[in-house]
Structure formats: C-alpha cells, structure tokens
C-alpha cells in the first residue's frame, strides 16, 4: 500500500522524464546558485492523522544541455507515530539523452480505515516497507524515444491486532516479499523535464516479480500513462510570468497473478494508497496551474478513477462498479525557479469521508 508513495519520490514507477532535441541546440538553463533546497512537507488525512517532514536536496547541472540533477533525503513522522524515510537520485547527463533514477526507502506506517477495503468497517494496520530500485533510460532518436531498464526490491508486511490480523492472514493481504525487474518504452515531446507546458509524454512499462530473483512470489504488474500540457491564456492574469498551464492525465495498471497486497489501488488526491484495491486500475486526472506574481501560483485540479478485474474476494468488477471521483484547489510556489522546482499546498476531496491537506514537492504529474 505504501510502497507506491515511497517509489514516487524517485519516479519509480510512474518517472517524469524530459526534454526534447528542439531544445538540446540551447542551454538548458544556469546551474542553480545556491545548491542546497531544503523545504517542508506536511499531509492530513483521515487515514494517517496529521504528517510533517523535510525534503533536503543537492542540486547540480552535470551538463550544459542537461536538467539540473538532484539527490536528496525525505523524511516524514504523523501523529499515528509513521515514520517514512528515503534516499534518492534524479540523473540528467548528455543532453538529458541519459535519465537515471535512484531510490532506498523505509516506511512504518499506522493506518486508521473509516472504511477498511470498501467494508464499512472501520480498521488499524501497521505497515513495514523497506524498497531501494532504479529506473534507467536512455535516448533512442531524436524524435523523443527513449527506452531502459528497471528493477525494485520490496520486503511488505502489514500487521494488525485480533481479529483483523487473522482475517488479513486468511484473505492473503499480509504484504509480500519481492524481487521485480521491467523494461521502459517511453515518447516524450515536453518542453521542460520538472515543470512541463506543452508537449506529451507516454510511457508503458512493467515490472516481472520472480521467485528466481530471490522474491518469495512470482507475478507481473504492467502501467500504461499520458501525460499532456497545453497553456491557456483565457486564464492567464495579466501579471503573471508565464502563461497558466492544463495537464491531462490518463494512467492504468494491472496485474497478472498477484498476491492481494499487489493489487492495484485509488491513486487520485485525497485517497490513501491500498484502502480500496482490485486487480485493475485506471484514472483521468485535469490539473490546471495559474501563475500568479512572485512566483506564486493556484492550482485547481478534479479526476475520477476505477477499479475493475477482480476485488480481493475474487468478485468480478467492471468499471461502473467502483468509481472514485477527486477534485482540490490550492496554492503553488516556485522554489527555485533556476531547475523549475516547486511546492503546493492543497486541500483534496474524495468520495465519502476521504480527503486530505497536503504540503508537497512538484507537481503531480
């Protein structure tokens, strides 16, 4: 449940990777001054309590023509006594033609379910992760292909008291050990690699859990997803910088085989990852981005996902039969404008009881 937040600090798996051979004739940009970013981050939900953290980077341009890298450390400590902790790399060299992601995260985490998996019910579970994994892609052509590699090794384990703990031995979702490595096939046509305004970016990967490997269980997990921007002057204030921005998302995952602690879950704001899973997962995501002046910025966003295939009893869903909408507003800040590194507090809103305030790193996608 937690391993998808923790592989989303480094890109793992859902990457967002860079910028054209448009832009490659020309710097991309200074190196930043002042090197070191060190910012807050804070989430409220009603599944993990009240969270604070830091993130704490190091930011440096291997390259002319390269984005800005970064390697950094995010941690993070909620009133239900969680606790994540992570390490990690984003690489940019050669023109940004060679992109390498790097992660090693820890995370114990005491979730409160109002509505554990759907149930009504309401539930505690402690969650153990420990993951470290890469992703590595490198240019294949000038018009945007790319293609690499990637692997991540996960040790999960969820805990529970009583009667709960029995029941998710009996169902199979008591976490897994695993041992996953994927190909990459990627098109990407942004203009900009952290703060995209126009262009596309596609990308199909997988991940093959094998027993071969050292894991304890063998499955597949593929993910398909889109992401494109556009600007919008009809929303843009005539003091802004920059033109407003709209980022359309559409983005699945499905699996073959795997234990119930793999399944697909919500990945929408104001939804806690593995509180509602099924075999089969997709969503629609609009993010709309208005600059303002100083380098602030409102951002508004709104998506519905699915969840289709199999649930954990093993009935059949169709899309129809589990719908999540999300929608949320809140405010931007351009924290080092030099590599486009940016902060948002939002407020987001989910169906039932699920929502969530956040203080984070980059745009969502």
Not at 125 to 133: A, K, L, N, W
Not at 228 to 250: D, K
């Amino acid at each position: 449940m937690r391993q998808a937040t923790l592989l989303a600090i480094s890109g793992l798996p859902c990457g967002v990777i860079a910028e054209e051979s448009e832009r490659l004739a020309e710097p991309a940009g200074a190196a930043p001054e002042k090197p070191w970013l060190i910012t807050p981050t804070v989430s409220s939900n009603p599944k993990l309590g009240a969270e604070v953290g830091v993130l704490a980077a190091y930011l440096k341009q291997l390259d002319a023509h390269s984005t800005p890298s970064m390697t950094g450390l995010s941690a993070t400590y909620s009133d239900t006594d969680s606790s994540t902790l992570a390490l990690f790399s984003q690489l940019y060299w050669g023109g940004d033609g060679h992109r390498l992601a790097l992660l090693a995260a820890t995370a114990e985490v005491n979730n409160e379910y109002d509505d554990f998996l759907g149930s009504g019910q309401s539930a505690e579970t402690r969650d153990s992760v420990h993951t470290v994994g890469f992703r590595y892609l490198t240019r294949l052509s000038a018009g945007g292909w790319f293609a690499g590699a990637q692997a991540v090794s996960t040790n999960y384990v969820i805990g529970a008291d009583g009667a709960l703990n029995g029941l998710l031995n009996q169902i199979g979702l008591s976490g897994f050990d695993a041992i996953g490595i994927g190909l990459v096939l990627e098109h990407d046509a942004t203009n900009h690699q952290r703060d995209p305004s126009s262009g596309h970016r596609f990308t199909l990967h997988n991940f093959a859990y094998r027993e071969s490997l050292g894991g304890e269980s063998s499955f597949d997990v593929g993910y398909a997803q889109m992401n494109w921007y556009t600007t919008s002057r009809a929303l843009t204030s005539t003091r802004a910088p920059q033109a407003a921005v709209i980022g359309v998302q559409i983005k699945g995952r499905l699996t073959n085989d795997a234990p119930l602690s793999g399944y697909s879950s919500v990945s929408l704001p104001g939804y806690t990852v593995g509180n509602y899973l099924a075999t089969r997962y997709s969503h629609v995501l609009v993010d709309g981005r208005i600059p303002l002046s100083g380098g602030f910025g409102v951002v508004a966003f709104a998506g519905v996902g699915c969840l289709y295939g199999h649930d954990i009893a093993q009935r059949s869903l169709s899309c129809g039969d589990a719908v999540y909408p999300s929608a949320g507003f809140g405010l931007s800040y351009m924290l080092k404008k030099e590599a486009s590194i940016v902060i948002r507090l939002e407020l987001a809103k989910g169906k039932n009881d699920n929502e969530a305030l956040y203080l984070r790193f980059g745009h969502s996608f």
